[in-house]
């Protein structure tokens, strides 16, 4: 069984920026893809980025583009999203999501609030 923790979350004014950890309990962390999902109230989860294993160029929402970057550190079982600029509309929870084989893997979300 996998288990996924996310950090990072918190209250930001528009502009700020902030950072979201997930951290991995999978030994084979490191050949499996990674992605960051968010759902905001009374709308449906969506996927906000994706990263590989390998050296392919990560995948992004159009809306988060340009502003957000997910990376990995696979010595850590750790992947990041850093947010910059962010705006109210970002305000969401956000999922950290890990897919082996057949079998999908969830975090507990951590909530961003982008507000002044």
């Known amino acids: 069984q996998v288990q996924l923790v996310e950090s990072g979350g918190g209250l930001v004014q528009p502009g700020g920026s902030l950072r979201l950890s997930c951290s991995a309990s999978?030994?084979?962390?490191?050949?499996?893809?990674m992605a960051w999902y968010r759902q905001a109230p009374g709308k449906q989860r969506e996927l906000v980025t994706s990263?590989?294993?390998?050296?392919?160029?990560?995948n992004y929402a159009a809306s988060v583009k340009e502003r957000f970057t997910i990376s990995r550190d696979n010595g850590k079982n750790t992947v990041y999203l850093q947010m910059n600029s962010l705006k109210p509309e970002d305000t969401a929870v956000y999922y950290c999501?890990?897919?082996?084989?057949?079998?999908?893997?969830w975090g507990q979300g951590t909530q961003v609030t982008v507000s002044s």
């Open positions: 999501n890990m897919k082996i084989t057949t079998s999908t893997y």
């Open positions: 999978a030994r084979t962390f490191m050949i499996w893809p």
């Open positions: 990263i590989g294993s390998g050296s392919a160029s990560p």
